[in-house]
Nanobody, 124 residues
Framework: QVQLVESGGGLVQAGGSLRLSCTASGLTFSDRAMAWFRQAPGKERQFVATINWSGRYTDYRDSVRGRFTITRDNAKNTMYLQMDSLELGDTAVYYC?????????????????WGQGTQVTVSS
């Protein structure tokens, strides 16, 4: 049984930082691209960042580029999202997603496995 478990969400003031983690089990983590998506109330789920199997290649949505950093530790079956300079618009439920292959992708339909989500709330 595949499980993706996110942690690290919470309440933070604008300008602050949070680090999200996603720990995977039941799949060959090191073979797969992984990603973070987010969904705010009343809005569609949107791509945030993706990382290929080795961690060498990454991609970000424009609004978080330069503020967020996606990394992974294949030895720990864990992916991270370091979020700095957080803005009010970053408030959302953040989801970890696992691809069916090793290539980075930005569309949610291309991801096979999903976590339950972790809430990130940025206050003014």
């Amino acid at each position: 049984q595949v499980q993706l478990v996110e942690s690290g969400g919470g309440l933070v003031q604008a300008g602050g930082s949070l680090r999200l983690s996603c720990t995977a089990s039941g799949l060959t983590f090191s073979d797969r691209a992984m990603a973070w998506f987010r969904q705010a109330p009343g809005k569609e789920r949107q791509f945030v960042a993706t990382i290929n199997w080795s961690g060498r290649y990454t991609d970000y949505r424009d609004s978080v580029r330069g503020r967020f950093t996606i990394t992974r530790d294949n030895a720990k079956n864990t992916m991270y999202l370091q979020m700095d300079s957080l803005e009010l618009g970053d408030t959302a439920v953040y989801y970890c997603a696992g691809s069916s292959d090793s290539f980075i992708r930005t569309r949610s339909v291309e991801y096979e496995y999903w976590g339950q989500g972790t809430q990130v709330t940025v206050s003014s």
